[in-house]
């Protein structure tokens, strides 16, 4: 059989061969699973308008008859790939510190929930610097991937309007900067950190202070705004830092030094938030008696932190599965034209820090 005949007979209902019999077929998913035939295609190639009932009866049937669809010919008839790119962008030279992130892995593990039951497969892509950002913009245009699940660090990342510029399906975690047409998710920031701002209040604190990320991240401002906003006048003491274990500790450390006597803490999150507790206790302060801590995110760290962190939590994988679901609909063309964006609330997570 040539090459055309394979592709041909493949994306019209055969199987690729598993054993040394004839492979299955979409006809012997089709009776296994009780449906038509164009119905198991309809699944096996990815199309969303499908009872979800009808589609686990088929998911089963494929699982049961070992049919194995061809990806190649697949591709050549619904002319996608099968894989979205999820493109961490901004980060530097030092990618040993998204690893470290429990953020950047429940972000992966939201996009791997929810493109499992799809079919489709995630590429890990970095966007460091220009070049970066040039060949993933290539990448894309060029088929290796259908679009993109854009997660940046940097506020001014260029790559955002790139994307929309090369009119490419993307979807970004974070409000995009004004102009550009991208569908996002994001939280509601300034309400998280007005959270941890009412808690500490009604637990008596009073000489407060806050570790901000990184000044040109929206997220971070916008939870220390809200922190500040939430005070009703109550002074407080604000240091910046980067969002990791070391940078919450030197910021601590700083804060410590201005204002001994500080009772109360807010960490733009978790990690910085377990930092300051390390130091705290270094200084011989008790937690929460002598200093209440309240973090951001809910993360591993808070868990692992002790004490246990207080925290606002930050529902990533439910986030990261919107965003699957909304470059998804980008993809098949049933988005709406303008771009989707989705807020998500945040909730105050009380444990022993605070």
């Known amino acids: 059989m040539d090459a055309a005949n394979t592709a041909t007979g493949t994306a019209t209902g055969t199987g690729t061969a598993t054993g040394t ?13 009780g449906v038509s035939r164009a119905t198991v295609s309809r699944v096996v190639n990815g199309v969303r308008n499908v009872d979800p009932a009808i589609q686990q009866a088929v998911q089963q049937a494929v699982a049961a008859t070992g049919y194995v ?11 996608r790939s099968g894989a979205v790119a999820l493109v961490v962008s901004g980060a530097g030279a030092d990618t040993g510190r998204v690893f470290q992130d429990p953020f950047f892995g429940r972000v992966v593990s939201g996009v791997v929930r929810a493109l499992r039951p799809r079919g489709v497969h995630p590429v890990l892509l970095f966007a460091d610097g220009e070049a970066d950002r040039a060949q993933v913009v290539a990448y894309l245009a060029q088929g290796g991937a259908d679009g993109a699940l854009l997660v940046t660090t940097d506020g001014r990342d260029p790559l955002p309007e790139l994307l929309a510029r090369a009119g490419l399906p993307a979807v970004l975690f974070a409000r ?35 570790i901000g990320g990184p000044a040109d991240v929206p997220a971070s401002r916008d939870r220390v705004a809200g922190f500040r906003e939430a005070l009703d006048g109550t002074a407080v003491r604000v240091a910046e830092a980067d969002f990791t274990l070391d940078g919450g500790e030197q910021a601590m450390r700083a804060l410590l030094a201005e204002r001994p006597d500080l009772d109360g803490v807010f960490a733009a999150n978790d990690l910085m938030a377990q930092g300051a507790c390390l130091v705290l206790r270094e200084h011989g302060r008790r937690i929460p008696e002598d200093v209440a801590v309240v973090g951001f995110d809910d993360s591993g760290a808070a868990v692992a932190a002790r004490p246990r962190l207080t925290t606002v939590r930050q529902p990533v994988e439910e986030m990261a599965a919107e965003m699957v679901r909304l470059l998804l609909d980008r993809i098949t063309g049933t988005a709406p034209a303008d771009p989707a964006a989705v807020l998500f609330d945040p909730e105050l997570v009380v444990r022993d820090s605070a």
């Open 21 to 33: 019999g004839p492979a299955p077929t979409l006809e012997d998913v089709a009776r296994a699973a």
């Open 176 to 210: 995009p900067a004004p102009g550009v047409p991208l569908d996002w998710v994001d939280l509601r920031h300034r309400e998280g950190g007005a959270l941890a701002a009412r808690h500490l209040l009604a637990r008596g604190c009073r000489r407060l202070a806050a």
């Open 69 to 79: 669809p061809n990806r190649a010919a697949r591709s050549l008839v619904t002319r």
